[in-house]
Nanobody
Framework: QVQLMESGGASAQAGGSLRLSCVAS????????MAWYRQAPGKEREWVSS???????SNADSVEGRFTISKDGAKNTLYLQMNSLKPEDTAMYYC???????????????????WGQGTQVTVSS
């Protein structure tokens, strides 16, 4: 059984678009929070975007207005639509599930319980 599996990573030109997908089992799809993180070589893993079970969305400032997170309950799939890509977006992108931190109703600050294997995004100038 595959719990979290990302796909859609590819090479793209600056200004282009990609859509990442993460297929989850029922248990993981219904987690309080689902999110996308990314990690570039030599850098720390950073939070990109998250969505709560009830559809509340939070985005990192670096991707606000360019990336859109969404979910499809019929397919148990999390998506990240990435538009206006920049070379700085180059990274391994990870699907994650978890919980809000204590006192947080949204998923901007969250505790990650499970990670996917990652999918590589490379943006060329």
């Amino acid at each position: 059984q595959v719990q979290l599996m990302e796909s859609g990573g590819a090479s793209a030109q600056a200004g282009g678009s990609l859509r990442l997908s993460c297929v989850a089992s029922d248990y993981f799809y219904n987690a309080p929070c689902m999110a996308w993180y990314r990690q570039a070589p030599g850098k720390e893993r950073e939070w990109v975007s998250s969505i709560s079970r009830d559809g509340r969305i939070s985005n990192a400032d670096s991707v606000e207005g360019r990336f859109t997170i969404s979910k499809d309950g019929a397919k148990n799939t999390l998506y990240l639509q990435m538009n206006s890509l920049k070379p700085e977006d180059t990274a391994m992108y990870y699907c994650a599930t978890g919980r809000p931190r204590l006192g947080e109703l949204w998923c901007r600050r969250m505790v990650v319980d499970y990670w996917g294997q990652g999918t590589q995004v490379t943006v060329s100038s």
